[in-house]
């Protein structure tokens, strides 16, 4: 997938001008211009500007938009076209089928073992699985936790992110039969609570076979996810 800026007009690439630190100029050959904002970090930081509003939209060469985060080493990671978000976002689609894309997509691009969804059922109280690749899809509406159990009902309660280098040596890792994850031997687990304001609405997490660190450019990848996930489940309750 090309990773340039395209115009919306004509879809050739558009050359970019650098026009301070906090704006960017593109400018197609067929005369369209447009403006983005910088890559640059600035020395001084506007608390109330959200870094999720950075997110670039862009063109691949069949003209499909497109949202990417940068990775570290400088290689783009695909996040979910806005074809995906808006069929995530509409109760024409069936929500699990999405997500578990969602998840599989999330799984691909972080190249972890494990991905999973989880949604907050106000009526039963609980966090239910509702989308997963890597566990067993006979667990999808089974698994559930309370706020507070686990360490997916951990990261709830705390409202943050819970890191668990090893689940083996952590007590409050839930195991379910029914997700078969004891043929993994999972290790390392990341757990990202999805919030509007105080209420609760989620948690994705990934694992893995083997003990990591996650970059900040991978959370931060992460955190755009649960982003798109909370705008498209709330856009589903408002209809």
């Known amino acids: 997938m090309d990773a340039l800026t395209r115009c ?22 067929c005369g369209f211009t447009a403006y983005s904002p ?24 069949t003209g499909e938009f497109y949202f990417e985060a940068q990775r570290a080493d400088r290689e783009n ?26 998840a599989e997509k999330t799984a691909k691009r972080l190249g972890v073992d494990v991905c999973s969804i989880y949604l907050w059922d106000s009526e039963c109280e609980r966090l239910v699985l509702r989308g997963t690749y890597g566990l067993s899809q006979n667990a999808v509406g089974k698994a559930s936790l309370k706020i507070g159990e686990g360490v997916t009902g951990t990261t709830v309660k705390e409202k943050a992110p819970v890191l668990v280098t090893d689940i083996s040596t952590d007590e409050r890792y839930k195991f379910f039969p029914e997700t078969k994850e004891e043929q993994y031997k999972l290790k390392t ?35 755009v996810i649960t982003n798109l996930i909370l705008g498209a489940v709330k856009m589903r309750k408002n209809r």
Do not use: W
């Open 77 to 102: 990671m695909e996040i979910l076209t806005l074809q995906e978000i808006s069929m995530l976002a509409s109760s024409d689609y069936d929500l699990g089928e999405e997500l578990k894309g969602v």
């Open 8 to 29: 919306r007009r004509c879809g050739k690439k558009m050359e970019s001008t650098k026009v301070d630190d906090h704006k960017v100029k593109f400018v197609c050959s």
């Open 38 to 61: 910088g890559a640059t970090a600035s020395k001084a930081i506007n608390p109330n500007y959200s870094k999720d509003s950075l997110v670039d939209l862009k063109f691949d060469n």
């Open 189 to 223: 687990m990341y757990s990202y609570p999805i919030f509007s304001g105080a209420e609760p609405y989620g948690v994705l997490n990934v694992q893995t076979v083997v003990i990591r660190e996650f970059k900040e450019d991978e959370i931060y990848f992460i955190s």
